[in-house]
């Protein structure tokens, strides 16, 4: 039963550790868009050249699945336009590109 149960924790180690270097590497190989504001609504949108990639949020709801579609179908700069245009007129806060 000792070995099951080492062997269940292990595995969930694994995971979690998997997850993280995963979120790190799309992190550090995406661009970003970094949104913030006074109220603490703030979000970072990671992209490349066609799509979005992942995203951190905080005070604020985002569709990453309907929100990236969208982003393919106008392409990504015109939807970070937008984006950022949306955000700065609904908040006291503004984006930046981080390259």
């Given at each position: 039963m000792k070995k099951v149960l080492m062997f269940i924790g292990g595995f969930v180690?694994?995971?979690i550790?998997?997850?993280i270097i995963i979120f790190s590497v799309i992190s550090m190989t995406s661009s970003?868009?970094?949104?913030e504001c006074e109220e603490g609504t703030n979000i970072t949108i990671m992209y490349n050249d066609d799509t979005i990639t992942g995203?951190?949020?905080k005070g604020v709801s985002y569709d990453l699945d309907g929100q990236k579609e969208y982003?393919?179908?106008i392409g990504i700069d015109a939807y970070l336009d937008e984006f950022s245009n949306y955000?700065?007129?609904?908040?006291?806060?503004?984006?930046?590109r981080e390259e």
């Amino acid at each position: 039963m000792k070995k099951v149960l080492m062997f269940i924790g292990g595995f969930v180690v694994f995971v979690i550790v998997l997850v993280i270097i995963i979120f790190s590497v799309i992190s550090m190989t995406s661009s970003k868009l970094v949104c913030e504001c006074e109220e603490g609504t703030n979000i970072t949108i990671m992209y490349n050249d066609d799509t979005i990639t992942g995203y951190t949020a905080k005070g604020v709801s985002y569709d990453l699945d309907g929100q990236k579609e969208y982003a393919e179908s106008i392409g990504i700069d015109a939807y970070l336009d937008e984006f950022s245009n949306y955000y700065s007129s609904n908040t006291s806060g503004s984006c930046t590109r981080e390259e």
